[in-house]
């Protein structure tokens, strides 16, 4: 298993664009999510889906949107790139909903905003 | 909402010593902590975790203490080496929620 896989792992954009953060699991969890990590602030949960079709809101959801149509995959779209979005984002999964599972985090996405 | 508090934000030890880094919790309903382990440019990795059953757990080196009356549960390294520099995040997870809410980290020195 590859486990989470997430690309790219670098990334500068211009204030304004927009992008997708790809992330793939293999490992059948119905539960994904996407965090960002900054200086100080640890992780912050922005999305994250307890199964196909279902999303919900984080801590710090504004600016950014998910879907999740299949169980691997669940990308982030940043709508339009400011640069307080600059961070390094990663992406996590785990088995289930249930509290006691082990989340797994893939490699992380660093994000330039300039 | 959830709320997790992480101290300290740095800590340094020297080679051999033990270090300690404690985690307050808000939601009543947590009953899953875990603690990550992130090295310089790589992604947390899960070190050890605790049910609310359970009031400590061991690993080797690696130990958690869970206080659920006070709210709060501590990592204990002992024996420190400088392979555990790092940066540690304790998380927690409630049973009413589908969330894992981490703490902002502590950034664990050994010095040799």
């Known amino acids: 298993n590859a486990g989470v896989t997430q690309t790219p792992k670098f990334q500068v954009l211009k204030t304004g664009q927009s992008m997708t953060l790809q992330c793939a699991q293999d490992?059948?969890?119905?539960?994904m999510s996407w965090y960002r990590q900054d200086p100080g602030m640890g992780l912050r949960l922005i999305h994250y889906?307890?199964?196909?079709?279902?999303?919900d809101q984080g801590e710090v959801p504004n600016g950014y949107n998910v879907s999740r149509s299949t169980t691997e995959d669940f990308p982030l779209r940043l709508l339009s790139a400011a640069p307080s979005q600059t961070s390094v984002y990663f992406c996590?999964?785990?088995?289930?909903?249930?509290?006691?599972?082990?989340?797994?985090f893939g490699e992380g996405s660093w994000l330039t905003v300039v | 909402g959830e709320n997790v508090e992480q101290h300290p934000s740095t800590l340094s030890v020297q080679e051999g010593d033990s270090a300690v880094i404690k985690c307050t919790y808000s939601?009543?309903?947590?009953?899953?902590f875990p603690w990550y382990k992130q090295e310089l440019g790589k992604r947390p990795q899960l070190i050890i975790d605790?049910?609310?059953?359970?009031g400590e757990k061991k690993d080797q080196r690696i130990a958690v203490t869970l206080n659920k009356t006070a709210k709060h549960f501590s990592l204990h390294i002992t024996e420190t080496q400088p392979e555990d520099s790092a940066v540690y995040f304790c998380?927690?997870?409630?049973?009413?929620?589908?969330?894992?809410?981490f703490g902002t980290g502590t950034r664990l020195k050994v010095l040799a």
């Open positions: 490992m059948n969890h119905e539960y």
């Open positions: 998380g927690e997870g409630g049973s009413g929620t589908y969330k894992y809410i």
């Open positions: 996590a999964s785990r088995r289930d909903r249930v509290s006691g599972n082990t989340i797994y």
């Open positions: 605790i049910r609310s059953n359970v």
């Open positions: 889906s307890v199964g196909a079709g279902i999303t």
């Open positions: 939601d009543s309903a947590s009953n899953y």
